[in-house]
Structures are given as C-alpha cells and as structure tokens.
C-alpha cells in the first residue's frame, strides 16, 4: 500500500515537472546506454582476442636450444644445445603432466606446384599431436596427419587454408589431389580451417604446408629439430613441466639446469595470463567512463530533487504536521530518485540491447576490424550496469532526501 502511493506521488510530479523529470530521465538513459555498450564492446573486445590468442595453441610451451652460459661438469660454456627426436621422445616418457608433444622441422624456400601454379612457401614437419596442440585443424572431408603417415613415412601433405587459396584457386575437391613439394609428388590430405592467429613464429599457419617428420627427415635429411613444442595438462604445472625439461635435458646434454641460456623457452601459458590481465583492464577502464557518464547524470537527477524539495516546502510541513515521520519524508523522496533512475536506466538498457543486436549483425570481414570483434552483452555487464544505477539512484536522493526531513514544519507552513 505504501509503495502504491509513493507511486501515486511520483506520478503526480511528473506531471507538475515533465520537461525537468524528462531531461533527467533522458541523462540516465543515456549514461546507462554509454556502460552497456563500452562494456559490450569491452567485453566482444576480449573474447575476439582470446580466440584470436588461442590460434597458436592452448597451453603450449616451445623449446628453442640455446647456448650454455656456465661451466659445467668441467666443461666450458658456449656451447650449443641442439634437439632431436630422441629429445621428444625422452620429454614424453619422462613428464606425465606433459599431454602432447613434437618436434618441429621448418624449411623455406621450397617449391610447391599445381598445375600451372608455382610458389615458393615454407613447409614443416611434424607429429600428429601438432593437430590439437597448435589448432591445426582439417576442414570437412580432410584429415590432418596420422600416426600411419609416420611410420610409413608417406608423402601426404596439409596445406593452410590461404595457402590452399594461393596454389589451388577455386579447387572444389583439393583433397586427394597431386602436388608437387621441390618436384616431388605429395598427396593432399586436409585444408586447414580458417583461423584467427595473433601470436605466430615464421608466418601465419594459414600460409605453410606441413608434412610428417619422418618425410621431411628422409627427404631432407634433417637431424636437429627446430624446436620443441608441447602442452601440459594443467596452466598451474606450467612452471613444474619447465623445470623438469631442463633437469632432464641437462643431464642428457650436460649443462647446469639452472643455466636459462641453454635453452630458451617461449611459454604462451604465461604470455596468455598476462594478456588476459590487460584486457581486463581494458574493461574496467571502459567501464569507469560509462560509470563516470552515469554519475554526470546523477548530478541532474540530485538537482532536480533539491527542487522539488524547495518547491514542496509547505507540503512536507502539512504532512509533518499531520503526524509524518522524517523517515516517511526521507523515503518518499529517496523513491521519486530512484524511480527516476530505474524508468531512464530501462529505457537506456532496452535501447542498448536493440543497437547490440544490430550492431552483431553487421559483418566485420577478415580485416583489422574482425579483432575487434562485436558488442556482447552478458550477464556480469547487466548486474554492474544494475549495481552502479542503484547507487547512483541512492546518492542522487539521499542528500535531498535528508535535506527534505530537516524541514521545520511550524517554518515551512509559512513559506510561500
């Protein structure tokens, strides 16, 4: 009943202030329309580069070797340290934590033909666990490489989706078909599908060609492996895994494992935490100017109950005279703020919603803009946008509020 007639109240001043109450509500729907949407945009910002972080790999780590910076063992320092299969093969005996591993074979310069088509791309070799590590994943009716093509060391090959593009055109069925690696026949077996990769080492994997190992060890008699890449099960063993590869590696090559310049370690897991600290802060930076916009138009909505406070005078000191508790006067007026900020924060919302949604239907393309990503509303964005409206309704009555309970009735029955 008492919420009823607060409404009542509240109603009856609209219509005695509607250009005011107007102005004010349009102020909160335009703050609360500037949080929803920099959040939105903050928060399709973040997901968009995660998933274009995700394109080099999830929880990967690479291994480069290095060159010894300390005597060890009686021998000098400057020495380097090389990688061969064998080394993959130890990691993943040695390390449980560790869920896939392989070595990395890069050759560049090398001559891929179609047809009439010839290019000079870079090609690497790899384990079949290169699939799901580093997101190299075939598009329909294609397949990446297989156990069976390492050990039968077989002339297949897996091209990026751009580089398919580049060689091929408009091919409909490139799997199956021929194409020759420096005069050498290959099989294509899968086309990668199309990916977004921020991070990257020697190009983007849309532009190469990979072939098994053991072919591109038979065909180039390649001994060293480029680098090590492998990915744990867990981001907090992350720093275990590390450790343990240098012990083990340092025993095999004889180097101290404390020695970092044995071996340089490229580990994304760190990298991606880092990242996601700083979008992050991108969000609350984003949301500190729309709260900051909320606030200006709470300036408007105090303003206006500091009127009506001056304009109802004589009628606070009828109803104190009457028997009305300043705690009745407080509330009435801490409810006209409020319903103001809810009726301009609902509209503001619904408004914000309706651009979202037309604003996700716009295609953005493959160019700088596609990292940018789409405006997405969640539920975190909704309850801050409600949080930082209820206490800007709040702050916005309080002190008029509390200004109106003061009123001396015996005074204000006087004023005119």
């Known amino acids: 009943m008492k919420s009823w007639y607060l409404f009542r109240l509240f109603t009856r001043e609209l219509r005695n202030q509607r250009k005011r109450i107007a102005l004010t509500v349009s102020g909160i729907a335009w703050g609360t329309l500037s949080i929803i949407l920099l959040l939105a945009f903050g928060e399709g910002l973040k997901l968009q580069l995660g998933k274009a972080d995700h394109g080099l790999g999830v929880n990967i780590v690479m291994l480069y070797g290095g060159q010894t910076s300390k005597v060890y063992q009686g021998l000098p320092r400057g020495r380097n340290i090389r990688f061969t299969e064998e080394d993959v093969q130890l990691l993943k005996d040695k390390i449980p934590q560790i869920t896939g591993i392989s070595g990395e074979y890069d050759m560049y310069g090398e001559t891929l033909t179609y047809g009439n088509t010839t290019l000079t791309e870079r090609v690497t070799g790899v384990l079949p666990p290169f699939e799901y590590m580093r997101s190299h994943y075939p598009q329909a009716g294609g397949r990446f490489i297989n156990p069976i093509d390492v050990d039968q060391r077989r002339r297949v090959i897996f091209l990026g989706n751009s580089l398919k593009q580049r060689l091929m055109g408009d091919e409909p069925k490139p799997i199956g078909k021929t ?238």
């Open 179 to 416: 194409i020759t690696l420096n005069g050498i026949p290959f099989t294509v077996i899968g086309i990668m599908q199309e990916k977004m990769q921020m991070s990257m080492y020697g190009g983007p994997d849309a532009d190469k060609a990979t072939i098994p190992a053991t072919t591109l060890e038979s065909l180039d008699g390649r001994r060293y492996v480029n680098r090590i890449v492998y990915q744990v099960n867990r981001t907090e063993m992350a720093p275990v895994v590390e450790q343990q590869a240098f012990e083990i590696l340092g025993k095999k090559y004889r180097f101290d494992p404390s020695d970092k310049k044995a071996i340089f370690v490229w580990n994304t897991i760190e990298q991606r935490q880092v990242f996601s600290n700083m979008l992050t802060g991108i969000q609350l930076f984003l949301g500190l100017i729309g709260a900051l916009t909320l606030l200006i138009a709470s300036v408007g909505v105090a303003n206006i109950m500091y009127v009506s406070v001056k304009e109802r005078t004589r009628e606070i000191g009828v109803k104190r005279a009457l028997g009305a508790k300043r705690k009745h006067i407080k509330q009435q007026f801490i409810m006209e703020a409020l319903l103001i900020a809810v009726v301009g924060g609902a509209i503001g919302g619904t408004v914000s919603l309706v651009l979202i949604k037309i604003l996700q239907g716009i295609p953005v393309g493959s160019g700088p803009l596609q990292l940018l990503g789409k405006p997405t509303f969640s539920w975190p964005i909704a309850i801050s946008t409600a949080l930082i409206l209820g206490i800007v309704g709040l702050a916005a009555g309080y002190f008029p509020a509390k200004r109106a309970a003061k009123v001396d009735p015996v005074e204000s029955l006087r004023y005119e």
